[in-house]
Nanobody
Framework: VQLQASGGGLVQAGGSLRLSCAAS????????MGWFRQAPGEERRFVAG?????????VYADSVKGRFTISRDNDKNTVYLHIDTLEPEDTAVYYC?????????????????WGQGTLVTVSS
């Protein structure tokens, strides 16, 4: 499975952004999907996950609950991350990943495929 993340950019604090991650080369609908982010000098951390079936089967890191929304469109082989009320602390490279293990969706090591990342920079 190849994953291509996009949608990052320079945004002012308080703004919104939608990241996309398009999948190809596999059966997207069978994968649990997650978003992680890596700020400069820090490790890659879990942000949000969505079950293969989509819908309300989602989980979020406590730090982003209420501002981040993950969704997917299995017909378009794409997972999204909508970010509201952006903060300078959201500045990071955002990565999408595909996993077969919903139980471990928060764990970076349990992912089979990764996208290349898309940079989000939030100015204050």
């Amino acid at each position: 499975v190849q994953l291509q993340a996009s949608g990052g950019g320079l945004v002012q604090a308080g703004g919104s952004l939608r990241l996309s991650c398009a999948a190809s080369g596999g059966t997207f609908s069978t994968y649990e999907m997650g978003w992680f982010r890596q700020a400069p000098g820090e490790e890659r951390r879990f942000v949000a996950g969505i079950m293969s079936s989509g819908g309300s089967s989602t989980v979020y890191a406590d730090s982003v609950k209420g501002r981040f929304t993950i969704s997917r469109d299995n017909d378009k082989n794409t997972v999204y991350l909508h970010i509201d009320t952006l903060e300078p602390e959201d500045t990071a490279v955002y990565y999408c990943g595909a996993s077969k293990q919903w139980r471990w969706i928060r764990y970076r090591s349990k992912y089979d495929y990764w996208g290349q990342g898309t940079l989000v920079t939030v100015s204050s």
